[in-house]
Each structure stands twice: as structure tokens, then as C-alpha cells.
């Protein structure tokens, strides 16, 4: 039997979910504008305060309270970048980020530990983190690395600094890691410039993006502020992560914590491009509820991957990567 | 059995009107509708019952290796059945179903855990909408020996799948090793995920209300929304666990002695076993099921059917 070519059909080329519509979307987006114009976000560093200044942001130095006009945040979101390139320290490890394509990371960051010899619960060393990133570069699936725990063993200043080291001289992949506060953000980048020959080898493929988070609701905190700019100023890719907990620092419904959420990540986003415009951007979540019977915070809620599902959506509505909690 | 079934709610009568039993009849791959199938399918158009038609092609085994193929005679063997049935007594209820999956040639097993579980049969959902039938398909059955951590992810990636979906009927809970073994442990704690799965098929609803914009004018930057009146009356909008554990660790160490899910969902069987009685039968249906069944039995001894 002849079976002839068919004409063009609409085809799937895989599963996908439909979340939020465009119209959402646009609710959540208006929303999000009406909040920045009329509540604002506490800011909590000088030079962001003036960045934001001279950005076009209506600045009330003595309360530290930043309220952005629409076309400020509008202007921010057409400048970053829809693609962001997670180079690893290899060319083979790079991962392209951008609109549907899906890679899994590990979660960061872990503080306590399961002993797998003892079945001690106990806190976490750098020893750990070392073989913890001995695991992760081997596992084909995880594709990129976030620093999976914290070096309880050193002293609180220095201990992003000493989980870069652990986790850089172990994994080739590409890392997001959260350099605490500026001083440790520099040594983290003197670091990653000793593994890659050259500052000017680093600014062609940063291997390491920073990641910080914005403290809900609505506040963008010194040591943030300080990483964002500095991501920026260094050619570097940022990584922010909203933190609200539904019910316990954002609304319990999550419509409303997607707000808030949002608010808190395009003000974030409006520092960063107007330091430096068209510097790589990541738009990203681990919001969860609170279960205010438990007082916790239940990342394995269902909650959460709806809002994580909620946020793959509405960064592709602002063509802005992704990354969100899920797992 | 539908002579139990009309026994267990007062008469044939009562049974026609409201018929609390449907058959299962499963063709089998590939291409083949068996002299039972045949036998029930006729059979239940004359007593008034519905059928599920439920083949189990193995991808790779008794079908296509390749899913779009399988899923060609999987519709040729429901719709063949159907069309016995809708001849038999035209307006019949036929419920379309589906148990599909992939041989793993590998280890010569029927994989139900496997990830083409749940795409199978939520395509298979999707084709029986596309025929405005209503479904009945796989989704949440392991292929673990134990009610243990692998069950539970495979119980997710499917379940959800179907679900997604949007099969009328997701079954799977409780099933182990390929649907050969049952646990309970296993149907408790799928039922507590079920509950989830059914949380997330929700969505997010975007309204004004939910949006809760004059909230979040006024709890402001730093404020806090846990001690906000409208906190305290949408709390239990909130999902909420029963088996699952939110607890901290502490908390959890104490009630719990650190016991693991499973023997917490045991637990919760036994105390369901004492505790819960079914919805008692009317008056002399349990004497009339009995005879029917040691009737049945004696027939099989006298040579019967």
C-alpha cells in the first residue's frame, strides 16, 4: 500500500502543562506593576539607591523605600537576555537555558546531614560538600551544580568562600552559588579566575553565577543588592531566587504570592540591567507554603510545585530563563 | 455476579435502576476478543451491566515497539469489543480502558512503573475523550517489591500523568511487582497522594480575591502576613496532610519514635480494619449473597458452567 506524504498537521512534540494563560499572566503582571508604583520594595544598599535613582525610580533615601514606574520595570525586562549560558569549565559541560528546555540541578543549600556510614544526623562539612560534588559531576541528569551544603566547620565569614573552593576543584559543571555577602562574593570570583587562567577567560565563560535571595515581603537587602550589582559589573550571570512563604511572609493564596514574589524579583531584576544592561538574568523560585498548623515550611507540598510550575510559566511569559524548586 | 449484586441492593429492579457493578472484560493482544470476552460482553447487554473494555498490550511484546503503534491496536482492540457491545444492545455504557504498557525486554516483565505507563495511558485518556467515552487507565501501580521509595516515585510519575490527562478513572493504588502483589501500606499512603495530585489538578485560580491586593498594600515591605486576619480566615485553603509528614524534626522524632511512612500506613490499616464498618446491606441480602455462592459452588461440582 502507497502511503503518500500528508500535509503539514499540528503535532506535540512532547507533554506539557497548561498552567497560567496569557491573560493570567497579564493579570499577575499589572498586579505586580500596580504593587512596585504604589508600595514599593525597602532597598537596603546606597549605590543601589542611587542606581535606582538615576534609573528613573522615585527614591525616598530616608526610609530606604524605592517605588518604580512602570516603563522602568518594563524597560528591565526587554534588556535581559532570554538565553543564559551556564558554562561549565569544560565546553562539553555548557548548558543553554532558554524558553521550554528542561534540566534538573540538585538543591542547595542543605545544612544538616545523614551520615551514610554512622546514620549520624549531624551538620554538614566541607568534606561533605566535596563529595557531594564528586557525586554530582558523575550523575549525567543533574546538569548543573548548586552548592549542595554549607562548611559548618569554618568560621561564618569565610564559609562561602571555602564551599566554592570545595565545590569548584570537584565538578566541572557549571555552579550557582551564593556568595553571602560582596567581600566574599570578590574572593569566590579570584578563585574561579585562578581555575580558568584569566579574569578576561572568566568574562568569556563565567562558570559560576551567584544566587541570591530578596527577603519577603518586598525587601532587597544590603549584602542582595551588593551580589546583584556585582554580578552585573563582573560580567557574570545572577541567580534570584524568591523565598516568600505562602501564609507566612507573602498571602496564603498563592494568586497573591505570586505577587509578591514577582515584585520582589523584577525590582531585583530593574538593579541588576540598569548596573549593567543585558547582563544574564535567571528568574527563579523556591517558594513554598507554610503549613500554619505545622509552622513549617513544606517544600513537599503540592503548593510548591504548582507555584514552581506557576514560575517556569511566567518567566517565559517575560522570556526570562528559569529555575525553580521542584522535588 | 450480578445475581450478587441485585442481591446486595434488594432486587433486580433496584440493580437496573442504579446497576453498582460493571464488567471488566481485557481483549487480549494482539487483536484477539476471546470467547469470554465475547461471552461477557454479550452477556452484560442482556442483564443491563456495562463493560470496561481493558486491554494490556506490551509494547514490545504483543504490540508495536513503538508507542504510536501500540497504540493503534489498543483502540482496534476497545473499539472491535465496542462495537460487539453496541451491536448486542445499542446505548450500552462502554467504559474505554486500559492497562497498556512496555515489555522490558531486558527482563522479559510487563514494566508498570516505567515512565510509558503514564504516557501510554494518559494518551489513552485522550483518546477516549476524543471519542467522548469515558476512561479508565493506568496510573500509580510499581513495579517495586515493597511499599518503599521506588513505588512511591512511580507511583507519582504515573498517576499524575493520567490525571493531567484527565482520565475519569486513574487506577493503580495499592499495586506492586508488576500488579501481582497488593499492600496495604501501599493503597494508604497512595490515597494520601492522591489527595495532592488532586490539590495540584486545582490550579492556581488568578482572581482579584486571590490576588489579595489590598493585603498586600498594606502588610507592606518586612511586614508579616502570619499575623494578618486574612491569613487566619484563608488557612484552610491551605493543603493538608494526614500521613505525610510537615512536621520538624523534632516534633517528628517524638510523636513518631522516627518510624518510617510505611509503618505508619500499616499502622493505619489495622486501625481501619477496627474501626470502620461498611454501609450495612438491606435486610436478608447477606443470607441471599450466601446462597448464591454455595449454589454456584455446588453447580461447579455437579460439572456446571
Redesign the interface.
Known sequence: MKRRLKAGKRRNSGFSLNVLTDDECNEIHLATLDVLKHTGVFVEHEEALEVLDGGGCLVDRKNKVVKFPHWVVEDAIRMAPSTFYAYGRRPEDDVVLEDNRVTFTNFGEGIMFVDPVTGEHRETTKADIIKAARIIDSLEHIETYERAMCSHDKPPEVQAIHNAEASLTNTTKHHWLGPVNGYQADKVIDICTAIVGSQEEFRKRPLLSFATCPISPLKLPGHHSEIVMKAAKNGMGVLIIGMAMSGGSSPVHLAGTLVIQNCEILSTLVLNQLTRKGSPFVYGTSTCPMDLRMATATVGSPETGMISAAVARLAKYYSLPSFVAGG | MVDLAAASVGGMENFRKRPIFTANVCPISPLTLPNNTCEVVMEAARLGVGVNVMPMALSGGTSSATLAGTLVTHNAEVLSAIVLAQLSQKGMPCTYASTSTILDLRFGTSAIGCPEYG?IN?SIAKLAQYYRLPSFVGGGASDSKLPDIQSGYEFTLSAT?SA?AGANIVFGSGALEQGLTIDYAKIVMDAEMIR??Q??LK?????D?????D???E????????THE??LR??R?????KL?D????N?WLELTQGKELRDQAYQTAIEILQRHQPYALPNGASKATSEIVSEFEKELKKGGK
Open positions: 504516557m494518559a500523568l493531567l495532592m495530585i490539590i495540584a490550579g492556581i485560580e488568578i482572581t480575591e486571590k490576588l489579595a491586593m493585603v498586600i498594600h502588610v507592606g515591605h518586612g511586614g508579616a502576613y502570619i486574612h491569613s484563608s488557612m485553603s491551605q493543603s493538608q496532610t505525610f510537615r512536621r520538624s524534626r516534633d
